[in-house]
């Protein structure tokens, strides 16, 4: 459970823990773009597991969250007076899916769900935020990519993955 932690402490190693077969598309086109076409001196690391599941088809405009590491995969249907937002990653975020629906059938609470192919990449884009507005206070502050996607949310966020604490933990700040 701390694979992707070790992994986040190599700065040019870009990890990620996908769950559903789009997510791994997308990321590996994005890495064969980068490495082989741009040249970068970058590498991956990507987990992935061996379980057997449906895996569902990507929506429009989910791409790009992908690469960034976060996007709202399942949007809760209705507006109750009580909402959460789930999240996950890798095979634990098939759990965060049924949890929703558990959450919704059993007691009434909304839950949107989003998938977090990478933390660690959260994460560095919150500490790029951080350094750019430390090092630019008279210019207007840049929002973290998670910061961004969450803002206009309502209720707790709950996160769920595979891996230590830490893996996730890392995006509190933000």
């Keep these: 459970g701390h694979s992707l932690v070790l992994s986040s402490l190599i700065p040019n190693c870009l990890s990620y823990d996908p769950t559903f ?6 990321i590996m086109r994005e890495g064969l773009r980068r490495m082989y ?5 970058i590498l991956y690391y990507i987990t992935v597991m061996n379980e057997n599941y449906a895996h569902p088809g990507m929506k429009a405009g989910q791409e790009e969250g992908i690469i960034k590491g976060l996007y709202l995969f399942q949007k809760a ?7 959460v937002q789930l999240m996950g990653s890798g095979t634990i975020l098939r759990e965060v899916i049924a949890a929703a629906d ?14 977090a192919p990478s ?4 994460a560095r884009d919150g500490q790029d935020a951080e350094r750019y507005n430390m090092l630019h206070p008279t210019e207007t502050a840049r929002l973290p990519y998670f910061t961004e996607c969450l803002k206009d949310t309502q209720g707790p966020i709950v996160v769920s993955t595979d891996y230590m604490r830490t893996y996730a933990e890392q995006v509190r700040a933000f």
Excluded: M, Y
């Excluded at 933390?119 to 959260?122: D, E």
């Design 21 to 26: 077969s789009f997510e791994i598309a997308v």
């Design 37 to 41: 076409q741009e040249q970068e001196d």
């Design 77 to 83: 249907e209705d507006n109750t007076k009580h909402r």
């Design 102 to 115: 558990l959450l919704k059938n059993d007691w009434g609470i909304a839950a949107d769900v989003w998938s």
């Design 119 to 122: 933390f660690t990449l959260l």
